[in-house]
């Protein structure tokens, strides 16, 4: 029950139209439908009703409620997906979009963005064509697999491969890597959402051979690994390699009335190449497949460093029942990302096109010298703006991390300008730079200053971006005292 006081506050909401007669609702009313602003009206009046009931000290004068009708107005008219700068030395931040395309990725978007493109179209045999043409030989070439297939991302080609193989079938896998991915990514609940039975083995810190054998039955349809990516195990460890999974496979699958037992691994995050960065010892996925693999399956926006996509690779007749399976429609890739992943994978023919191309790779593998002098020029612009009255600047050396829930463990030697505030704040100032900046800025706070990292900084253009974000900070807290 509301309160009496609550009454009163709920009597006295602004009514629709007595809002709409404010000048600034006015003045939006002409540039916009008029039903538009109504709505919008409405909306916030019925947030505000919800507020007070909430017990919350809300203004209910027309002049604040307008103010606020007009910035839903203003939101609903300007783009909310857009470029952001990632000073924050996360390099495969899933929140900023993952990976940053390569520049041949870029330009393959917009020429099939702008016109018609040849998605499902043969050129030679002037007919119909197939969307996965347009990868599947580079996959191919680039990982030694017979065939691939790619899908909306690696969710999709895990719950592809468990659906068409183990539907009402078994699945043996390491109580090891029964891992969470990114909060929503749970190998338990892909699981059953595929339909198939899963059977854990081994504990969380040891699993055998054995552990796999005791589990096989007529049901089992495959013996799966995943790759535990955002997490470490230390101490007393032990888990069956692809290549002692693929023995046992083999071994139980003679015997088996039911056939052959299929050995998959969920990669994750996909390196093509070794990526030697910092202690980042990824296995790669032809690595994978030579050890025994039939099916493997990765990410395209992790290590990869292209668009959000899944790829499975594997023999010929799986991928063959994959491509036919009614998900395959349900998850399929549009036109702009297959262009996207297909620029990509090509520079991977090239070794030297790897590093110098994929902005991911590149990162990972940065130059320390390279990340420092970055640095140094934006200390220099940062300083350009700022009075000491503003606050003072650092070079410090710092630990990046290659991704948050997305990729393995690992610490990257990189190099930040912390800035210590002596107006303001450190949390208003990192509020400012990402809600009220032209262009969202996401740095880090640390120990009460505001840490912008070097090597996630994509140009000098992104350093000029930052200074003058910092610049407008000052500006707008006026002539405040000084803390
Ligand atoms: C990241 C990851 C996934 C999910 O991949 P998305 O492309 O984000 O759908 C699944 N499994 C593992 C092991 C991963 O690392």
Do not use: W
């Not at 009460?448 to 990292?453: G, K, M, S, T």
């Amino acid at each position: 029950m509301p309160t009496p006081d609550q009454l009163k506050q709920l009597r006295s909401l602004p009514q629709v139209e007595e809002m709409l007669r404010q000048p600034a609702l006015a003045a939006m009313t002409a540039a916009l439908p008029r039903t538009l602003v109504v709505d919008q009206t409405r909306a916030q009046i019925d947030e505000l009703r919800g507020r007070v009931l909430a017990g919350d000290e809300v203004d209910l004068s027309c002049e604040a409620v307008a103010t606020s009708v007009v910035s839903r107005l203003r939101r609903l008219c300007s783009p909310s997906l857009r470029r952001a700068v990632n000073a924050s030395g996360v390099i495969v931040h899933t929140n900023l979009g993952r990976s940053v395309l390569p520049e041949p990725a870029v330009q393959a978007v917009l020429d099939v963005a702008r016109g018609y493109s040849t998605l499902e179209y043969d050129v030679h045999e002037l007919r119909r064509g197939s969307r996965h043409d347009h990868y599947e030989a580079l996959v191919c070439a680039v990982t030694g697999a017979e065939a691939a297939i790619a899908v909306n991302n690696n969710a999709a080609a895990v719950m592809m491969v468990l659906s068409e193989f183990a539907q009402g079938r078994e699945v043996v896998v390491s109580r090891g890597e029964l891992v969470e991915i990114g909060g929503s990514f749970r190998v338990p609940d892909i699981m059953r959402a595929s339909g198939a039975d899963m059977v854990e083995v081994g504990t969380t810190n040891k699993t055998h051979g054995f552990d796999y054998e005791r589990a096989i039955t007529e049901r089992t349809a495959l013996l799966m690994k995943v790759h535990p990516s955002n997490y470490r195990l230390t101490g007393f460890v032990e888990d069956v390699s692809v290549q002692g999974l693929r023995a046992i496979a083999d071994a139980a699958g003679t015997a088996r009335a039911s056939g052959p037992v299929l050995v998959y691994e969920d990669l994750g995050s996909g390196a093509l190449v070794d990526i030697t960065a910092a202690d980042l010892h990824e296995a790669t996925v032809s690595d994978v497949l030579s050890s025994g693999a039939d099916l493997v399956s990765f990410s395209c926006d992790k290590l990869l460093g292209g668009p959000q996509a899944g790829i499975i690779v594997g023999r010929r007749e799986a991928i063959a029942r994959l491509k036919k399976n009614p998900l395959a429609r349900v998850l399929r890739l549009d036109k702009l990302s297959i262009a996207a992943l297909e620029a990509t994978l090509r520079l991977y023919l090239r070794e030297d096109n790897v590093r110098r191309q994929i902005p991911t790779v590149r990162m990972l593998d940065a130059d320390e010298v390279e990340v420092t002098a970055r640095a140094e020029r934006l200390k220099q612009r940062l300083d350009a703006v700022l009075s000491p009255a503003d606050g003072i600047t650092a070079i410090e050396r710092e630990v990046a991390r290659a991704g948050g829930g997305a990729l393995p463990m690992c610490d990257i030697p990189t190099t930040v300008v912390a800035l210590d505030l002596k107006r303001g704040s450190a949390l208003g100032c990192e509020r400012y730079l990402s809600a009220e900046n032209p262009v969202p800025i996401v740095a880090r706070i640390r120990s009460e200053r505001v840490l912008f990292d070097a090597l996630t900084l994509l140009s000098d253009d992104e350093l000029d971006e930052v200074a003058q974000g910092v610049r407008r900070y000052f500006a707008g807290l006026g002539s405040e005292e000084p803390r």
